[in-house]
Nanobody, 115 residues
Framework: QVQLVESGGGLVQPGGSLRLSCAAA????????LAWYRRDPGHERERELV?????????SYDDSVKGRFTIARDNAKSTVYLQMNNLKPEDTAVYYC???????WGQGTQVTVSS
């Protein structure tokens, strides 16, 4: 049984930082590309891709977070991270980790950026 468990969300002031973690179990973690998505429940939009990391460690980012967010993985711990710096109110959303090209999603963790 595949499980993805996210942690690290919370309330932070604009300009602050958070680090999200997503611990996986039940998959050969190192074999997969991984990603973080987000969805703002207050808007009628699909989840948007925030950052992706391939199984070789290549990364890509949405333009809205480039230079502020960093995705990383630790295969030994079966964990993917999202370091978020210089947070803005528009980053407020529920953040989800995903094993790319599969149906496996985490439960989501709320990030709220507000003064």
């Amino acid at each position: 049984q595949v499980q993805l468990v996210e942690s690290g969300g919370g309330l932070v002031q604009p300009g602050g930082s958070l680090r999200l973690s997503c611990a996986a179990a039940g998959i050969i973690f190192s074999a997969y590309d991984l990603a973080w998505y987000r969805r703002d429940p207050g808007h009628e939009r699909e989840r948007e891709l925030v950052a992706r990391i391939t199984n070789r460690g290549n990364t890509s980012y949405d333009d809205s977070v480039k230079g502020r967010f960093t995705i990383a993985r630790d295969n030994a711990k079966s964990t993917v991270y999202l370091q978020m710096n210089n947070l803005k109110p528009e980053d407020t959303a529920v953040y989800y980790c995903n094993v790319q090209y599969t149906r496996y999603w985490g439960q989501g963790t709320q990030v709220t950026v507000s003064s």
